[in-house]
């Protein structure tokens, strides 16, 4: 299973060309600036004026008249081989903003990258910050390039613009071992408002208004059969979600599959629908246009091997949750409708969003005004 990490998806590849070539001649006045600064302090001369840049393109002449510095690596009109930490980039091919996507990434923090010109290296290797040999003008240039491509946050410290300090990693304390205390929230949230349900009942009540109307004796099974669905339904899902809270512990994923994707042609694709999606223990619900995906996710727990497949947003290092009396039932964690990481001390926390009480309050409503009318309409029909 691959995913797409590029950040780039809005631009057309002409365009990420032109930015990559506007990138490739700034560095290489970057590197040109860079050996004769190394090569005049080497020789105790002063750093070289930072005037204009006139051009990237390298004099006809060798060192300049009068001075000790070499000629650049890059000082011919011949194809150059350019490297970045021995990774060998070709401007405009494409792989360039893969490595400088790959820098930035990484959290360069200010240390350049070892690059090297036609087998000489020309930087790398120590803190620096370029923006203090350069012209403004190039290192505004530079840093709005490397935002347009999002690699300002990684690569922006050499041009002079820090980035905001990385956040620190998350810590989640370890899951309580089972079995463990379910919070009443979540099991009230079994009734959390389900779209399809209502979906169905109100097909069901208007697609036979006509045999409502000429044989109404019939209304009261009608009624009857939805609650016993409901009903079904609702412990169903009450009875999965709780046991795998109260025994489930945290499996170790070995392999995950997309075994299907929905095409405009075939299969299933949504279309600005809240789905839920997670990443660890980060549960979120988001809008949603796109292909449906099936997933397979192969786990182990307690020596136990187990696999499951679900149909959603394409799998992306959800925690698992298998049970430990039975290793083959699991859930993903985004298959509840509420977060279920664990607090501090390890337990669950029972809180649920304003949304989802709000969804609870309406099915109860729903599905308590479904029982009361189930109940009048048989007495009136049946019994009196």
Known sequence: MTQDSTQTGQLSPDKVAELEKKLADAAAEVARVQAELSQAQHAGAPPPPGGQPLSTTPPATGAA????????????????????????????????????????????????????????????????????????????????????????????AMFGHPGAPPEPPEVVAPLADPPRHVPFSYKLATFNLSVYELFLLAMGFVAPIAVWIFAPVVIPGALIA?????????????????QILKWGKVATVTNNDTLDKGTYYSGVTYSNMRKRTATGWNARTIWYSGPAYKNKVDYTLDGATGSMEWRGLQYDQGVILADSRKPGRAMEVSMFPYSVKPGPDGQLTGELSAWLWGGVIATLVVEVTLVYVTVVTVLDTWVH
């Open 65 to 156: 008249p009068g001075t000790t510095i070499p000629q650049v690596p890059y000082g011919s009109t011949d194809p150059h081989v350019i490297t970045i930490n021995g990774q060998e980039v070709v401007p405009g091919s494409g792989n360039f903003l893969q490595v400088l996507q790959q820098l930035g990434e990484a959290g360069a923090g200010g240390v350049a990258p070892v690059v090297m010109v036609n087998g000489q290296q020309v930087s790398g290797g120590q803190p620096v910050d370029l923006s203090a040999y350069i012209t403004p003008e190039l290192t505004q240039r530079l840093h709005d390039t490397l935002g347009r491509l999002g690699l300002d946050q990684g690569m922006g």
């Open 226 to 242: 939805a609650v016993l669905v409901v009903g079904w339904f609702r412990g169903r899902r009450y009875i999965g979600r709780i």
